[in-house]
């Protein structure tokens, strides 16, 4: 029991976000400090976090409750949590002012740990304590008294069902903040990057760090193959594995700095579902039909009359110039803004025609566990695809958690104009890049600069990419996804037109690239799935 010369420590038991969260935060805190000079930047003593519970713990308990919750974090599987921030937020505070922040989604499994965690510290918490548990108090004593109030009722108030997982990013006025949550908000995705214990400080900050967990050092080989909960045990799963570790692993033979981790990924077929279209396809024949009354020709002229009459036998037999004729006359003619919003809408109400859901729900659970096991390890994931890097852009932070500036894909011509006074970039009616076969390569060199050391393909169009990565010096890894399983998703390789696999299934195994067989290696394939 704690006495009273007893030193109290409050402490936020929380979460480290990733670099993409900081990122945003770091944008809102500034955007805050602009309107309201008054409040806090985010720094060493203002750490952007999310916080699993606050509690009030004596000074000589802390190693037990570091020990206890080592306990569970050894079981658990933090820094592979794929995490949505979907919306802002404010905590009213006195004198009209609020604790403004970034609302991430609850999950099961971060319910889950914050229980295991309350549960592992319990033993060691009191009820309450003095303003002198902080690294230090506030000019203002009514808010010494809401933050002590805070922590005793933290875990009845804020745990489980009313759990609101966020990060706060900074102080404002309530009208200011008020105007700020009617704004939208472009979800994105992001993860955990560790778990640390924190002294709090003014306004519930977290103000001085006492124990860090650096979940990444503690990945063991079986830590990292429960990070691919969704992949079944066997070579494929252990190959990656084995390379992640065999890459990160200081001092080895195969190590690289993290300024050489990069894997590419191509997107359609091998990060979410390509068949029976691909959905820039989807969105291009849409586009067609929604212009069809402005352009009486199309209904005589292929491949427009093929899309009019629901001929796709037409279309494809147009090839990929009469796909591209296709996309120079409906994504064409305007700014790349009104194209970002064009896309956005239709992303946001297009299902797809077999599942009857979004496309953005038709991504492949484990290759999101792929992108989060890199990241976890100080990769940069970047997509490299024939798509339109402008079409992808719009979804592409909010599905995987790349950030538009990590996408290579085929472009247009833009052309710089002033319309009504506003400088714009308008959308030409010609081909600047295309992404795809021998010019995957070519693209990551212009637009990356480094040669990565892991990609990701599906079909032959990504054979020159997978051969090129994997021809580099040292450690290198590439994986091709063979889809195989007609049941859960498609099945198709050789015949299959623009997403044909023939070369890179005859050629891959020999080459020691992994191959997966969506049918026999994922025991789920999309995240709807029940395992």
Not at 181 to 200: C, H, I, T
Not at 260 to 266: E, G, H, L, S, Y
Request: proline letters at 6%; charged letters at 20%; aromatic letters at 10%.
């Amino acid at each position: 029991m704690p006495t009273a010369t007893t030193t109290i420590i409050a402490i936020d038991i929380l979460l480290e976000p990733d670099a993409r969260m900081l990122q945003h935060a770091e944008t809102s805190n500034t955007r805050l400090l602009q309107a309201f000079p008054n409040g806090f930047a985010l720094d060493a003593a203002h750490r952007p976090h999310i916080t699993m519970f606050q509690c009030f713990v004596p000074a000589n308990d802390l190693d037990k409750v570091y020990a206890a919750l080592g306990k569970v974090l050894d079981g658990a599987h933090v820094t592979a949590m794929n995490l949505e921030a979907f919306k802002y937020y404010y905590a009213p505070a006195p004198g009209g002012t609020g604790v403004a922040g970034i609302v991430a989604r609850s999950t099961p499994e971060l319910l889950k740990l914050q229980a295991d965690m309350i549960a592992a510290a319990a033993p060691f918490t009191v009820e309450t304590a003095t303003i002198a548990a902080f690294t230090a108090g506030h000019d203002n004593p009514a808010m010494d008294a809401a933050m002590i109030g805070y922590i005793t009722e933290f875990i009845p108030e804020h745990s489980g069902a009313k759990f609101v997982p966020h990060v706060s990013t900074g102080f404002a006025s309530r009208e200011y903040l008020d105007k700020m949550l009617a704004e939208s908000f472009e979800p994105f995705a992001f993860s955990p990057a560790d778990v640390a214990v924190y002294q709090l400080g003014p306004y519930g900050t977290a103000a001085k760090k006492l124990k860090g967990f650096n979940l990444n050092s503690r990945a063991t080989q079986d830590h990292l193959g429960g990070v691919l909960s969704s992949w079944s045990d066997g070579p494929a799963k252990q190959s990656i594995v084995d390379f992640v570790n065999s890459v990160t692993s200081v001092g080895g033979p195969d190590f690289v700095p993290v300024a050489d981790r990069i894997a590419v990924f191509d997107n359609d077929g091998t990060l979410w579902a390509e068949a029976p279209f691909p959905a820039q396809l989807v969105f291009l024949l849409d586009r067609v039909r929604a212009l069809a009354s402005q352009h009486p020709e199309w209904k005589d002229q292929q491949p427009f009359k093929g899309v009019l009459e629901n001929d796709m036998n037409a279309v494809v037999a147009a090839g990929m110039a009469g796909l591209v004729e296709l996309g120079m006359a409906t994504h064409a003619g305007m700014t790349t803004e009104e194209f970002e919003l064009m896309v956005k809408d239709w992303i946001a109400t297009a299902r797809h025609p077999r599942f009857n859901r979004p496309f953005t729900e038709l991504v492949y659970q484990p290759m999101l566990e792929v992108l989060t096991l890199l990241r976890a390890n100080n990769f940069k994931t970047i997509i490299v695809s024939g798509g339109g890097i402008e079409f992808m852009r719009t979804f592409s932070e909010s599905i995987y958690g790349i950030p538009p500036d990590q996408i290579v894909g085929s472009s247009i011509v833009t052309k710089y104009e002033i319309r009504d006074g506003r400088p714009v970039l308008v959308r030409q009616p010609k081909v600047h890049f295309y992404d795809d076969k021998e010019d995957k390569p070519v693209g990551i060199n212009l637009f990356i600069g480094r040669r990565p050391i892991a990609a990701f393909g599906n079909s032959d169009g990504d054979f020159a990419m997978l051969e090129w990565v994997a021809g580099g010096p040292g450690a290198r890894f590439a994986l091709i996804v063979h889809h195989d399983d007609a049941v859960r998703e498609f099945a198709y390789d050789r015949e299959a037109g623009l997403a044909k696999l023939a070369h890179g299934l005859d050629e891959g195994p020999k080459r020691g690239w992994t191959l997966v067989s969506m049918k026999k290696d994922w025991k789920r394939v999309f995240p709807f799935e029940e395992e």
